[in-house]
């Protein structure tokens, strides 16, 4: 997958919670025409926008409503960057449109539907079942490593069983979160690296997810492996216990 294919999960990590077209267009470049039709538009008006001039400031923009319908966006003190003009679209918020996105992961990873609901006072998506054994899919936007730390902790405490954890690039899951989902058998998988965007939004999977859903497997086999051991050690646990009773 070369560079350019993987800008939309980049701009995900950054942008899934909502951006003005203009932020859209200026980190998408010319994979906005695909990425469009797994966003949508959200209420309201944005009340920043990204600098357009020519040697500009590069900084945001405040937007004022100079008269009903007509904006003017002007820079921050600290810079002497000219306002520019802005009509009402200009200020369009535009988010992730996580069912849809959630639904094409789950056609391009064969994946299957899933018992249950979203994770109570969890910020994940139920993707689907991977497996056999149905094993969850979610997918989960933390936006920084320490927010992900907590939201997989959380996750854990809802979802005991193993499961498969979708970023948008990987950006945000620290080595300690990595360790943290190796010892629950769980996985994580950037999204960057497990489908490929084409036209109209479409999603497939991309030849590196078979090794990482193979490995995941593997992790689940060594399972039995790891539970006699467990039952050993609790009936000597227990075993210690009676004989000082």
């Keep these: 997958m070369s560079r350019n294919q993987k800008r939309f999960w980049r701009a995900l990590d950054l942008m899934a919670g909502g951006a003005v077209m203009a932020e859209w267009t200026r980190d998408l470049g010319g994979e906005l025409e695909r990425a469009q039709p797994l966003l949508r538009l959200l209420p309201g008006l944005?009340?920043?926008?990204?600098?357009?001039?020519?040697?500009?400031?590069?900084?945001?923009?405040?937007?004022?409503?100079?008269?009903?319908?007509?904006?003017?966006?002007?820079?921050?003190?600290?810079?002497?960057?000219?306002?520019?003009?802005?009509?009402?679209?200009?200020?369009?918020?535009?988010?992730?449109?996580?069912?849809?996105?959630?639904?094409?992961?789950?056609?391009?990873?064969?994946?299957?539907?899933?018992?249950?609901?979203?994770?109570?006072?969890?910020?994940?998506?139920?993707?689907?079942?991977?497996?056999?054994?149905?094993?969850?899919?979610?997918?989960?936007?933390?936006?920084?490593?320490?927010?992900?730390?907590?939201?997989?902790?959380?996750?854990?405490?809802?979802?005991?069983?193993?499961?498969?954890?979708?970023?948008?690039?990987?950006?945000?899951?620290?080595?300690?979160?990595?360790?943290?989902?190796?010892?629950?058998?769980c996985m994580h998988i950037a999204l960057s690296c497990a489908v490929v965007l084409g036209p109209g939004g479409a999603l497939t999977a991309a030849a590196a997810v078979g090794p990482l859903l193979a490995e995941f497997v593997r992790r689940q086999a060594e399972r039995p492996k790891v539970a006699p051991l467990l039952e050993g050690l609790h009936r000597k646990i227990d075993a210690g216990h009676a004989e000082r009773a």
């Design 46 to 185: 944005a009340t920043s926008h990204p600098c357009v001039n020519l040697l500009g400031c590069g900084e945001p923009h405040r937007a004022e409503e100079i008269e009903p319908g007509r904006w003017e966006a002007v820079c921050g003190p600290e810079h002497s960057c000219p306002p520019f003009r802005l009509e009402r679209k200009d200020l369009f918020v535009f988010g992730l449109d996580t069912g849809r996105l959630c639904g094409r992961i789950a056609g391009a990873l064969g994946l299957g539907a899933i018992n249950g609901r979203k994770p109570g006072q969890v910020r994940a998506e139920v993707v689907g079942a991977y497996g056999a054994a149905g094993w969850p899919v979610y997918l989960m936007l933390p936006g920084d490593s320490a927010r992900m730390m907590r939201e997989v902790e959380r996750l854990f405490g809802v979802q005991p069983d193993p499961f498969l954890l979708l970023t948008p690039s990987g950006v945000h899951c620290s080595p300690d979160v990595e360790t943290m989902l190796r010892r629950q058998l």
